[in-house]
Structures are given as structure tokens and as C-alpha cells.
């Protein structure tokens, strides 16, 4: 049954208990009368005041909480917001959630439902959203600068100026076919209309050009150790991981086949896989695992190529030339136990073949600051691009490129048909709309909201 009155939600907003504060958020048509409740009374506007919070049905105290009102629409969701920031215990914790149950009209909040309410009273367009939750997820410097531009408008306020940009101009062509007959709408409305549109169309291509880098950013770039077998490539994973870098998620989407450890070069996201569990198999199920590995190992941006250089045989002659990813870089490895011989050899063949080639013993740590060096250099200059991003998901890009499209039709229109120009830049403007959230976006609104823990 529907009700009247829209739910009032509740949630805590910060981390697991316990922690040293915790922070519970009530948003809705209810929160003053659950700040009522619970501390007898609804503070100033913006004012921070401390209050004893007590339970309403037993009148004991639960905690003394420092409290914020915010009254809509001029509150984060855009609804009357209270805010208690209470001591981070699980007791007090669950006693204020509790309290709050208690209340009539008061449920607890779904994942994401208090920043899908900000985006339903517009406060927040969708590419906002998406910021919001890359700078939540964001590890690295570099991914948070780009999270934060996207949070403030970054691609929805260029969106949402070139989206009304046509909208002006699909008002003249629509003004050309309503007054046709009239004698006084002038003749040629349809020129500066496509102008305008030809005009977006250079600006909405220079945003694309930018290419997929920013979108890889949210990832990291993919830097995969392969090699043959003993060559040394977990040795040299497990350096990099413990000695040689910030590592910001251990071990994240370790599998049997690849392991994954996700590092922070100066800034940069850089997602190292070890690729060594690659084997052959009849066991179907790990076959799919060695295939995917195979994959990623191919898919990745930079391949550490391992070779151990204490062994017999020509150094370079190691099958590496077989992998399709884009660039390779030779590592000759166990430096401590080759003899000059052999490291002038593996140096002269390497070098002659590929220009990217580093010596070092994984075990004793010899050469290693070189290799990090160029490693965090390449990431840097990988993403360097970034920083003047606009397009920084699949979906904008998406988006973008079909806006594109339609204005190309409308622009390739040779027979000057006014119908055919009007639907093409319509049809540009309302995927415009649906890139910043303002038409027909239920579809989409599950997927991008989903991702939110509960609390925002
Ligand atoms: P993977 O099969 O390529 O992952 O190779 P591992 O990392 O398991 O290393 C194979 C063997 O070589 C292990 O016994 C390592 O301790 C040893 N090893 C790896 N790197 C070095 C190195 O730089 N110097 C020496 N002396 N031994 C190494």
C-alpha cells in the first residue's frame, strides 16, 4: 500500500563500530520529530549543539551526541536532515538504530537510497553520483583528483549547457515548421540552427579525444609478470608488494590463477598481476582459470617479462615475443648468482631487441629502485592525459558518441529536410539528458546506485 507520507530513512553513515564517533543520519519528512524524540528537541539550523540522546520508550540515556539539523530542500538530500555524531560504540550504535526503528514513519535506509534521494530533489545530477562514489572508492591521489572534478560538475555541467545549447537550436527548427506559412518567421531559421549544432559537434569530439585513459584510471593500469617457470616472478611480486611499494589492497581478487595486488605508484593506480599459476591443465575448471588468466596477461598495458639470467641458454630466447600486450619489458633476474659472463650476455642480447630492459635479483633487492622508478614514470606519463579528462566512464562516452552521431545526421541532412534535422538534434539533446540523469533514466538509476554502501 502506498502512504501518504514518504518513508524517513535512517542509517549509520560512517564506519563499523566501534571507532571513535560514529555518525547516524536520519533524512526525511520525519527527522525533525526524530530529533524530538530522541533529545527532546530540534537545534538551530547549521548549528552544532551537544544533547543527551535518550531512548523514548524507556527514557534512559543512550549517549550525549553532538547534533546537526539541516531542514530541507538546503540539506545534503534535499529533505530535512538531523545528524548525530554519537560515540562509535556497538551498543550505543545499536541503540540509537533502535530508537529510530521505533518511530513512526522512520525505516532504515537501502544502499545508496540517501544519495539517490539527492539525485531524485536535484541536488545531485548522475555524473555526480558516479564522482561520488569513485572518490568513496577512490586509492590513489590522482584517482581522487579526478573523482572530486566529476562530484563538481566536471562533465554534467559541460552536459548540461551543450544539452540546452541544442535545445535552442532545435527550437528554431521546430519554429521553421510550425510558422512555415506565416509571413513574418524569417526565411532561414535553419542555418544558425546548424551552425549551433556544428559548433557542439567540434566541442562534444575535442571532450572525446581524450580517449579511454581517464576511464582506466578508476582501475589502474595493468602491469602483468610473466615469464617462464622459476624465472623468479612471485619472488619479484611479493618485492614489489612489500618492500618496494605502497600496496592499497593486498592480495584484492586473488584467485587461484592470478593474483592481483593493487599499488600506489607516486599517485598512480597500478594493478600488478602475477600470472604464474598459468599452467596446463585437463581439469576443466582450472582450464577456465588458465584461459582467463591468459587473458588478462594479454589484456594487460605492460608485461614484466622475467627471465633468470643464472641459467644456461640464450636469455632473450624465452617465448616473450608471444604475448599480444602492448608493451614488453625484458627483466633479467637473479643478478646475485650470474658471473659477468653471463650478465654482459643477457645485457648485449636484451638491449639490442627491446630498449626496456632491467637487471635485478628479486632475492637481494639489487637493481630494483631503477625498475620502480621507470615503472611509476611510465604510470605518471600513462595518466598524465587524465588530468584534463572529461570523460571518465563507458557510460559518458557512450553517451557522447551518440550524441555525436545523431548531430552528424543532422548535419549530413543534404535534402534540407526540417523533420529529419529537428528528430536528429531531439534525439541529441535527450541523450544528452540521459548522460546528467534529466530524462528517462530508470533503467540505468538501479545499476549506478547499487554500488553505494548504505549510509550515503
Ligand atoms: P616463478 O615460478 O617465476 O614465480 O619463480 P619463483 O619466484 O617461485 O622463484 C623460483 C626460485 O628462484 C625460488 O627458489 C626463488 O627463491 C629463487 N629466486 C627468485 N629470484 C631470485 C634472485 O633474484 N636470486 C636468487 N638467488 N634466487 C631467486
Not at 88 to 98: M, N, Q, R, T
Not at 307 to 327: F, L, P, Q
Request: proline content about 4%; some cysteine; glycine content about 8%.
Amino acid at each position: 500500500m502506498m502512504t501518504a507520507e514518504r518513508a524517513t530513512i535512517f542509517a549509520l553513515s560512517s564506519g563499523r563500530p566501534p571507532a571513535a564517533i560514529a555518525v547516524v543520519r536520519v533524512s526525511g519528512p520525519r527527522a525533525g520529530a526524530a530529533l524530538r524524540a530522541l533529545i527532546g528537541r530540534v537545534p538551530k539550523p547549521r548549528q552544532a549543539v551537544l544533547a543527551r540522546v535518550r531512548d523514548p520508550a524507556s527514557g534512559d540515556v543512550i549517549d550525549e551526541a553532538l547534533v546537526l539539523w539541516f531542514p530541507g530542500p538546503h540539506s545534503e538530500t534535499g529533505e530535512d536532515v538531523a545528524e548525530l555524531q554519537l560515540h562509535g560504540g556497538h551498543a550505543v550504535v545499536a541503540g540509537v538504530l533502535d530508537a529510530l526503528s521505533a518511530i513512526e514513519g522512520c525505516r532504515p535506509a537501502a544502499a545508496g537510497e540517501f544519495t539517490r534521494r539527492a539525485f531524485e530533489n536535484g541536488r545531485l545530477d548522475l555524473t555526480a553520483v558516479e564522482g561520488l562514489a569513485d572518490l568513496i572508492a577512490a586509492e590513489t591521489s590522482a584517482q581522487r583528483r579526478l573523482a572530486f572534478r566529476q562530484l563538481k560538475g566536471l562533465i554534467g555541467d559541460r552536459a548540461e549547457a551543450w544539452r540546452r545549447r541544442l535545445i535552442e537550436a532545435l527550437a528554431f527548427v521546430e519554429a521553421r515548421i510550425d510558422f512555415a506559412d506565416e509571413a513574418d518567421v524569417p526565411e532561414d531559421l535553419i542555418a544558425p540552427a546548424l551552425a549551433s549544432a556544428r559548433q557542439l559537434r567540434d566541442e562534444i569530439a575535442g571532450a572525446l579525444a581524450g580517449g579511454r585513459r581517464a576511464e582506466r584510471l578508476r582501475d589502474g593500469l595493468v602491469v602483468a609478470i610473466a615469464g617462464p617457470p622459476n624465472a623468479g616472478k612471485s619472488t619479484l611480486l611479493n618485492r614489489i608488494a612489500r618492500r618496494e611499494a605502497a600496496i592499497v589492497s593486498p592480495y584484492a581478487g586473488t584467485t587461484r590463477d592470478v593474483i592481483e595486488v593493487h599499488l600506489d605508484l607516486d599517485g598512480y593506480p597500478v594493478t600488478l598481476l602475477d600470472t604464474a599459476g598459468i599452467r596446463d591443465s585437463d581439469e576443466p575448471v582450472e582450464q577456465e582459470g588458465v584461459r582467463r588468466a591468459r587473458e588478462r596477461a594479454a589484456a594487460a598495458d605492460l608485461v614484466l617479462w622475467v627471465i633468470d639470467v643464472s641459467a644456461a641458454g640464450r636469455a632473450a630466447d624465452t617465448g616473450h615475443k608471444g604475448v599480444g600486450a602492448a608493451e614488453i619489458w625484458l627483466i633479467g633476474n637473479k643478478f646475485d648468482l650470474a658471473d659477468d659472463k653471463r650478465r654482459a650476455n643477457f645485457a648485449s642480447n636484451c638491449t639490442s631487441e627491446n630498449r626496456f630492459t632491467y637487471m635485478i635479483s628479486a632475492a637481494t633487492g639489487e637493481g630494483m629502485a631503477t625498475l620502480m622508478a621507470a615503472l611509476a614514470a611510465h604510470a605518471r606519463q600513462y595518466f598524465a592525459a587524465t588530468e584534463s579528462a572529461v570523460v571518465t566512464r563507458a557510460r559518458h562516452r557512450q553517451a557522447l558518441e551518440e550524441t555525436l552521431s545523431a548531430l552528424d545526421r543532422a548535419l549530413n541532412e543534404r535534402d534540407g529536410r526540417e523533420e529529419v534535422i529537428a528528430e536528429e538534434l531531439r534525439a541529441a539533446a535527450t541523450t544528452l539528458g540521459r548522460l546528467t540523469g534529466r530524462v528517462d533514466v530508470e533503467d540505468i538509476l538501479d545499476v549506478i546506485f547499487r554500488d553505494f554502501c548504505i549510509g550515503k
